[in-house]
């Protein structure tokens, strides 16, 4: 993931962050994408959070990096 530090999208960030106007915020946002775009980076602006509750019952997790995620096709119970 790239990391993204140009003094123009900085100040049209800024910009966004104070405009209260939805269409004026909108069309800074634009030019921001634009921006980005030109320069094929890559910006994060939304990051994802999540928690996992794992019985202790629950037997063949296995997590797949690809997905983020565990593989639910291989899940098993023991229930003892």
Same mark, same amino acid.
């Given at each position: $993931? +790239?990391?993204?530090?140009? =003094?123009?999208?900085?100040?049209?960030?800024?910009? %966004?962050?104070?405009?209260e106007? =939805?269409?004026?915020?909108? +069309?800074? &946002?634009e030019?921001?994408?634009?921006?980005?775009?030109?320069? +094929?980076?890559?910006? =994060?602006?939304?990051?994802?959070r %999540? $928690?996992?509750?794992?019985?202790?019952?629950?037997?063949?997790? &296995?997590f797949? =990096?690809?997905?983020? $995620? &565990?593989? &639910? $096709?291989?899940?098993?119970?023991?229930?003892?």
């Open positions: $993931m +790239a990391e993204l530090d140009d =003094p123009e999208v900085n100040e049209l960030w800024d910009q %966004a962050v104070q405009t106007d =939805p269409d004026e915020r909108a +069309a800074i &946002y030019q921001v994408d634009t921006l980005v775009l030109e320069q +094929a980076a890559i910006l =994060p602006v939304v990051f994802d %999540a $928690m996992f509750y794992r019985s202790t019952e629950l037997t063949n997790v &296995y797949q =990096p690809g997905y983020a $995620m &565990y593989d &639910y $096709m291989a899940l098993g119970v023991d229930r003892g």
